[in-house]
């Protein structure tokens, strides 16, 4: 592969990653820790339910995970196509 | 030992460690002034960038207004963490790259435009000098507090203490100071946050204590809670009350307006490669979330502590007494506060007793028919002071309570110093040098950065004094100012070859007009207090309150520059491949300050 074609398939495969993420993302958040709280409503979590749960808490643990992952996998694609830094 | 002593001693000892490292690690050249040199590792730039996001908004306020409103006031959580997602995401990386020192250095090349420059560097002074009102407010409480003066004369020696601070070194400084800052604060804020919940769940958790159970009552916290609250008259704290669209606008604003921002863009500028700008925007996010898992559990906590301390015997049974409160010393704390102006209590029907209760409430207005109430009785409870009040409302130690006056001053410090950095570097390398006397010497530029930070913090300071909303809610306002004008340029920038000049340039303009607008038009033209025409209770948008507006401005942004730039001239081709040389991290060096 030459250089452009390798830097197109990685930036491709970089924003794919992206949007994927960017799902996760607002999903936790703005999914179920408000739009989709009355969905979540049976499941109780001490004292209240799972929104509640997600809004306060778990969407904070799961943007940690998902930026943590993007940069592992990140450095991998990076050292896959040959545009790392070394 | 009287608390005052205890105070000066947490106080003056932290300071003394700041000042210490400030000194040792003095900037010398303007280089080293702006971005520290680039020998920042991650975990130590995560905690100097935890510091200088956490400020007054995060570590003063923000539990506070989750602690009256509940589970609706989660937007700050989500808000003011889920934007660093986005910056890790679409912008740490690439800028990095790019390897210039300042957001508006990127925008001015991208766009190949001085005019885009400037208009984002006149961006970044309205977003960042709105932040520091926010700060001032909060600098206000904490010194107002500490020094047991009234609020504003605890401003005017804050404003004092923050310029003389931020003047001492440059980011350098900064940067290693602010890991002590961080350390300092991050302790100040969980461990009485730790003993209060041990005291009402056992467990030592608070993130968990708050899901636990309430040891005295044997239900769970929430649900224990729930009941004292709405016992009250109060709404019930952990249901969903306010308008869902402006919820979602609102912490979608907090999200873009976080990779909006320049204190916090800058810091990525300082990593040494750009796989270690993808992890340091995952270390700062950890050292941040350690505070915003505790912060509900503090806001959650502090309200049972306050409405058990006003209704000894139960919320079915008699009020505190007046009596109590000036003797007992379980209630010295509201005497203190008193003092700032910002806690207020009047016994208004003379029967020696102080209820604290919702009197817009119809069920209450029965009750208090009955037991000869003519209103609530705790007259003045200001949101701001409830983290710094905590551990004496707690009854813990007297170290406790000293720790947190030190991590209070650390957040406001730090943070207001960041960004009177910012301010100064946009006015003296991007205004001054970049754009008016581009032949000024280093010694003048140092100069006219020193002359924009005193200009700022007066201004500040004289708005701090008669803030648009509690310290959280002007900080919101930065937010969607940033959110609004820079985030959007930003990101197209990198994701889109085909936004050109002028689409940039129309974008923020028109992404920054009309959220400044819809800002002044609820909140007061340039903030002066009764100039505005509509109120955030009764927005002109429907639910859309101004706080939210941001988002909407980040919309507008985007739309605009898409028609312009799909109107105008192609952008060139030595743009696109900048563009394309950004986007890999392939041939990353050091960064420069000049052209």
Request: glycine residues 10%.
């Amino acid at each position: 592969m030459s250089e452009k074609d390798s830097s197109a398939a990685y930036w491709k495969a970089n924003v794919r990653l992206i949007a994927w993420s960017l799902v996760i993302w607002a999903l936790v958040s703005f999914g179920f820790g408000i739009l989709l709280r009355p969905v979540l409503s049976g499941i109780s979590v001490g004292g209240t339910d799972l929104g509640f749960w997600f809004a306060q808490q778990g969407s904070i643990l799961v943007f940690l995970v998902l930026i943590f992952f993007y940069a592992w996998r990140m450095n991998k694609l990076d050292a896959e196509h040959g545009v790392g830094e070394e | 030992m009287d608390q005052f002593i205890i105070n000066l001693i947490f106080v003056g000892a932290s300071f003394a460690l700041y000042i210490g490292i400030a000194v040792w690690a003095r900037a010398g050249s303007t280089s080293e002034f702006y971005a520290a040199g680039r020998g920042v590792h991650p975990i130590t730039n995560g905690m100097a960038t935890g510091a200088d996001w956490m400020s007054a908004a995060s570590f003063i306020s923000m539990a506070g207004l989750i602690a009256f409103v509940g589970y609706d006031n989660s937007t700050f959580l989500m808000g003011w963490t889920g934007g660093y997602v986005l910056l890790a995401l679409l912008l740490a990386p690439y800028l990095r790259k790019f390897g210039k020192f300042t957001v508006s250095e990127f925008i001015g090349d991208r766009y190949y435009s001085k005019t885009a420059r400037l208009v984002a560097v006149i961006c970044l002074i309205v977003a960042s000098t709105t932040y520091v009102i926010g700060q001032m407010t909060g600098v206000g409480v904490a010194f107002g507090r500490f020094l047991e003066v009234d609020n504003t004369t605890g401003l005017i020696i804050g404003a004092l203490v923050v310029f003389a601070y931020a003047v001492f070194g440059g980011m350098k400084g900064v940067t290693y100071t602010q890991v002590a800052q961080y350390i300092v604060l991050i302790l100040a804020y969980t461990i009485p946050a730790i003993f209060i919940s041990l005291q009402l769940t056992g467990n030592p958790i608070p993130g968990l204590g708050l899901f636990g159970e309430h040891t005295a009552s044997g239900e769970p916290l929430l649900a224990k809670l729930d009941q004292i609250v709405t016992d009250l008259g109060f709404k019930e704290y952990t249901a969903h009350h306010s308008n869902t669209l402006n919820m979602v606008l609102f912490t979608l604003s907090l999200m873009i307006g976080t990779a909006g921002l320049p204190h916090v863009i800058m810091r990525f500028f300082t990593v040494p490669r750009v796989s270690d700008a993808r992890w340091s925007a995952g270390w700062t996010l950890v050292f941040i979330a350690l505070l915003y898992l505790t912060a509900p559990a503090v806001g959650a906590m502090a309200r049972l502590n306050i409405t058990d301390l006003m209704w000894p015997e139960g919320t079915e049974s008699q009020a505190v007494s007046v009596e109590q409160i000036q003797t007992d010393p379980e209630y010295q704390w509201m005497l203190t506060w008193q003092k700032t102006g910002l806690l207020g209590w009047e016994d208004k029907n003379d029967d020696g007793r102080i209820q604290y209760y919702n009197d817009a409430s119809e069920e209450m207005q029965a009750r208090a028919e009955e037991e000869g109430w003519v209103g609530n009785e705790l007259t003045n409870f200001n949101r701001d002071i409830l983290v710094l009040a905590n551990p004496e409302i707690a009854n813990l130690p007297a170290w406790v309570i000293g720790l947190v006056a030190a991590g209070g001053l650390a957040a406001a410090l730090s943070t207001a110093a960041g960004l009177l950095l910012a301010i100064s570097s946009a006015v003296s390398h991007d205004l001054i040098k970049g754009h008016f006397v581009p032949g000024i010497s280093e010694k003048g530029e140092l100069l006219s950065a020193r002359i924009a930070m005193a200009l700022a913090i007066v201004v500040a300071s004289y708005l701090g004094l008669n803030p648009p909303g509690f310290a959280a809610q002007t900080v919101a306002l930065a937010f969607g100012l940033a959110a609004a004008s820079i985030f959007p340029a930003l990101m197209m920038g990198i994701f889109w070859k085909k936004i050109n000049n002028s689409g940039a340039v129309a974008g923020m303009l028109a992404g920054l007009v009309v959220t400044l607008v819809y800002i002044f038009l609820h909140k007061g033209w340039f903030f002066i207090p009764d100039t505005n025409q509509f109120s955030d209770a009764d927005p002109l948008l429907g639910p859309i309150k101004s706080t939210s507006f941001g988002a909407i401005g980040a919309a507008v942004n985007f739309l605009v520059a898409y028609i312009v730039a799909s109107m105008t001239k192609e952008t060139p081709q030595e743009i696109k491949d900048l563009v394309e040389s950004v986007r890999v991290p392939k041939g990353a060096g050091d960064a420069s300050a000049g052209h």
